[in-house]
């Protein structure tokens, strides 16, 4: 019986500490490096000689400033600030590589979706088809207040915009320029036949975008559509648009009931559920034995911020943790905003009743996602018990201190699990798509992008 193979991204993100509040004081972390693209491109090299898929660099417009009700305390501690542009970092990183590739988080509420694309296809063409795009909608009103977008972004319109930004970008990427619309032929000095070139002629409800593609049609046209939202609307546009998806809980019951629910919602658009790829969020801490693991794992826990890891879930759930005392249980917080945080905490702990000096400690290495301590042998058996009882495909691996967590998985991990054949021992020709579904470098023909590669294309209009 062939095992299923684990599919691994690393989890970063272009700030100090990322899901580690306080842990950029320990003296081996290189956080503070995240402006260096030295940093960067090691990090992408280390990754490759570990076989990773790829690297998930997330992203946030705005800050944290729900703690105290203002920005002191996140500026302070650097909770996702300062945070740098994420896109700018993949062309270097994809110099210095040949396989590896890369998520960028970018949001349909900042980006507009007619420049948005061609920035997308630039750097599908730079990379040779290694592109992935994480699409998130956006929710902090210290982003929102700082660009005027006007009332049409509330949060119940976020993924009826998203929908359509997407028809847009679909139009761009698959239907504006059929396949042999580039000739280069110099003798007739034709570049592009113009009439394989097509206006996409969008005039919806949210964005009117007549004109045509600025780009020719890169490796993947499309880049491999990621998606992160855990709301119930969240999963509907998942199981409509998404390729991968990004999932984070405490716990394995929370991560299987979304997993059972957007794979349902991909069978309901006409996909084939098990297509989805989705990964769950994991902070690996290895050592060569249990003790020194364990040992580790204490000497992290020491810089764990508290001050810094409530402004981070703060900014997550809406709640000043601020105004209450670190001993308070939190079960007795009404709020609506943190109720499937506390859900899913209390299914991953068998009741449990958290404190928020707890909760700061439990999201203080890896934020909301697992902590897996132990042997090499022992993370391999953990990641395999999640991908059997989940149901997942694979992992976002955050990092505690960096790069040396990522450093110690790809030496001390990764060699166990391509013994068990979980991890490829070397990576397969072709795009990000293929290396990842094993098929062609183009979205699958059920998914929904794949209508808008008809030549000519009908006007859109709702």
């Given amino acids: 019986m062939n095992k299923k193979r684990i599919l691994l991204n690393a989890f970063d993100m272009n700030c100090v500490g990322h899901q580690s509040p306080g842990l950029w004081v320990h003296p081996e972390d290189q956080s503070h490096r995240y402006n260096e693209i030295e940093y960067w491109v ?36 650097a909770t996702q600030v300062p945070v740098n542009d994420p896109i700018l970092l993949v062309s270097a990183m994809a110099n210095e590589t040949k396989h590896l590739g890369f998520g960028i988080t970018c949001s349909t509420t900042f980006e507009h979706p007619y420049t948005f ?16 795009w994480n699409i998130v909608t956006s929710y902090l009103e210290s982003g929102t207040k700082n660009i005027d977008i006007g009332n049409k972004f509330q949060h119940a319109e976020r993924y009826n915009i998203a929908d359509e930004y997407l028809e847009v970008c679909y139009k761009l990427w698959e239907g504006s320029w059929e396949d042999d619309a580039v000739v280069k032929d110099k003798e007739k000095r034709i570049y592009t036949d113009p009439t394989k070139v097509h206006e996409i002629n969008h005039h919806g409800k949210y964005f009117d975008v007549p004109g045509i593609h600025l780009c020719e049609p890169s490796p993947q046209r499309t880049p491999v559509l990621y998606q992160a939202g ?44 098990k297509s989805v790829k989705v990964f769950a969020l994991l902070t690996p801490i290895v050592g060569r034995t249990e003790e020194e693991a364990w040992a580790k794992y204490e000497e992290l826990s020491k810089y764990i911020s508290y001050e810094g890891a409530l402004s981070l879930l703060s900014g997550w759930s809406g709640v000043d943790f601020s105004e209450y005392d670190p001993d308070q249980e939190i079960e007795y917080i009404e709020t609506n905003a943190i109720k499937s945080m506390l859900e899913s905490l209390t299914k991953a702990s068998t009741n449990k009743k958290w404190t928020v000096r707890e909760l700061a400690n439990f999201a203080g290495i890896g934020g909301m996602g697992p902590v897996a301590i132990g042997t090499p042998e022992q993370i391999a058996d953990t990641l395999e018990e999640w991908i059997e009882d ?12 960096t790069p040396g967590t990522f450093k110690d998985f790809v030496e001390l991990v990764i060699p166990e699990l391509q013994r068990r054949g979980l991890v490829k021992m070397e990576y397969e020709e072709g795009t990000f798509r293929e290396k990842l579904f094993g098929k062609k470098a183009r979205l699958p023909e059920n998914h929904v992008g794949n209508q808008y590669r008809k030549v000519g294309l009908q006007e859109s209009s709702k």
């Fill in 42 to 77: 090691e990090l992408a090299q280390t990754l490759e000689k570990g076989r990773f898929d790829g690297l998930f660099i997330a992203d946030v417009i705005g800050i944290y400033d729900v703690y105290g009700r203002d920005k002191k305390t996140t500026v302070r501690e």
């Fill in 117 to 132: 694309a061609r920035r997308m296809s630039t750097l599908d063409h730079l990379t040779n088809g290694r592109i992935a």
């Fill in 230 to 273: 855990g709301s119930a609307r969240g999963r509907q546009f998942a199981g409509k648009h998404a390729e991968c998806t990004f999932i984070s809980g405490p716990g394995k019951e929370a991560i299987s009931i979304y997993v059972k629910d957007v794979r349902a919602q991909a069978n309901l658009q006409g996909r084939d559920p």
């Fill in 390 to 401: 989940t149901d997942i495909d694979g992992f976002n691996l955050a990092y505690a201190i």
